[in-house]
C-alpha cells in the first residue's frame, strides 16, 4: 500500500511519452494556424487539460452513484481522488484559456457563457472538496459528496452546450460537432495524441490519489478499532 | 508579450500547477504512509 503499484508506474511512464511525442509534434512540426498563428500551440494543452477535467468530473459522478448505491468506501475514494484531480486541470484550463484569450480576443477575461460556467464547475468542485475536507464524520463527508458529485456533473453538459446554447466569444466546438471536426486532419491527430497524454497522466494521478485515499482508510479503521479496544 | 511569451506563460503555468501537485501528492503519500507504519508496528507491540 505505501509503494505504487506497477501499472501506476506503467502508466506514469506512458502518460510521459505520449505526452514527450505529442508535445514534440505541437511545438516542432505543426505548422502555425492560418488565422492566429503561433499562439494557437496553446490549444494542444488547454484541449487537453478540458478533456481530462471532463473525464475525471465524469469519474466521480460515475463513483458517487455506486457510493449512494452500494455504500462502498471504494467507489468514495475513487470520487474524492477524481474530483481533486479534475479540480487541477480545470484549474489549467481556466489558466491556459485566459492567456489564449488574453493574446486573441485582448482581454484576459470576459463573462462570456463558457468562461463563466467553466469557472462555476471549478467553484462548484472546489467546494466539493472543501465540503469533503470540514465534515467531521467520514460517513457523512461521504455520503454528502456524493449527493454533490451527482449534482455537480450537471454543469458539464450545460457548460460544453453553452458555445451553442448561447452567444459567446468562445469558439464554438472544432471536434465533438454535428458534421464532423472542422479542423485540419493533422491538427487533428495531434490535438488526440496530446488529449491521450493528458488522460493518460489524469490516469496516474488519479491511482496515486487513490492510493493515499486507502492509507487514510486503513490508518482510520485502526485508529478506530483501537479506540473500540482501549 | 509576443506569441512566444503567452505560450510560454500558458505551459510554463501548467507545468507549475502540476509539477506542484505531484510533489505535494507525493509528500501526503509519504506522510501518510508513515503514520500507518507507525500504527501498525504499535498495533503489533500491543498484540505481542
Known amino acids: 500500500m505505501s509503494r505504487p503499484l506497477v501499472v501506476t508506474r506503467v502508466v506514469g511512464a506512458l502518460a510521459g511519452a505520449v505526452l514527450a ?6 511545438f516542432f512540426v505543426v505548422p502555425p494556424d492560418a488565422v492566429q498563428g503561433e499562439v494557437q500551440r496553446i490549444m494542444y494543452l488547454h484541449l487537453g487539460a478540458v478533456a481530462a477535467a471532463y473525464f475525471a468530473f465524469f469519474v466521480t459522478l460515475l463513483a458517487s452513484v455506486r457510493y449512494l448505491w ?3 468506501l471504494r467507489a468514495d475514494a475513487v470520487a474524492v481522488a477524481s474530483a481533486e484531480v479534475g479540480v487541477l486541470f480545470t484549474g489549467v484550463v481556466l489558466a491556459s484559456g485566459s492567456i489564449w484569450g488574453k493574446s486573441t480576443w485582448g482581454v484576459w477575461w470576459t463573462w ?7 469557472a462555476i ?4 468542485y472546489v467546494g466539493y472538496l472543501m465540503l469533503r475536507a470540514f465534515a467531521e464524520e467520514p460517513q457523512a463527508a461521504a455520503r ?3 449527493v454533490l458529485g451527482v449534482l455537480g456533473f450537471l454543469a458539464i453538459p450545460l457548460n460544453h452546450f453553452a458555445v451553442q446554447w448561447w452567444r459567446t466569444l468562445h469558439q464554438p466546438s472544432s471536434i465533438i460537432r454535428a458534421g464532423g471536426p472542422s479542423m485540419d486532419p493533422f491538427m487533428l491527430t495531434v490535438v488526440l495524441v496530446n488529449v491521450c497524454g493528458t488522460l493518460l497522466l489524469y490516469g496516474y494521478l488519479l491511482l496515486e490519489r487513490v492510493r493515499l485515499e486507502r492509507i487514510r482508510h486503513r490508518t482510520l479503521q485502526l485508529r478506530l ?5 482501549g | 508579450m509576443d506569441s512566444w511569451g503567452f505560450i510560454g506563460l500558458a505551459y510554463g503555468i501548467a507545468a507549475i500547477a502540476l509539477t ?8 501526503r503519500l ?3 504512509g508513515q503514520t500507518l507504519t507507525a500504527l501498525e508496528r504499535d498495533g503489533g507491540r500491543s498484540a505481542r
Open chain 1, 21 to 26: 511525442v505529442g508535445l514534440g509534434l505541437a
Open chain 1, 112 to 118: 462570456d457563457a463558457r468562461l463563466t460556467l467553466t
Open chain 1, 144 to 146: 454528502y459528496g456524493a
Open chain 1, 121 to 124: 464547475t471549478f467553484t462548484i
Open chain 2, 20 to 27: 506542484a501537485y505531484i510533489v505535494g501528492l507525493r509528500g
Open chain 1, 225 to 229: 478499532s483501537r479506540g473500540r479496544r
Open chain 1, 70 to 72: 452500494k455504500r462502498d
Open chain 2, 30 to 32: 509519504r506522510d501518510a
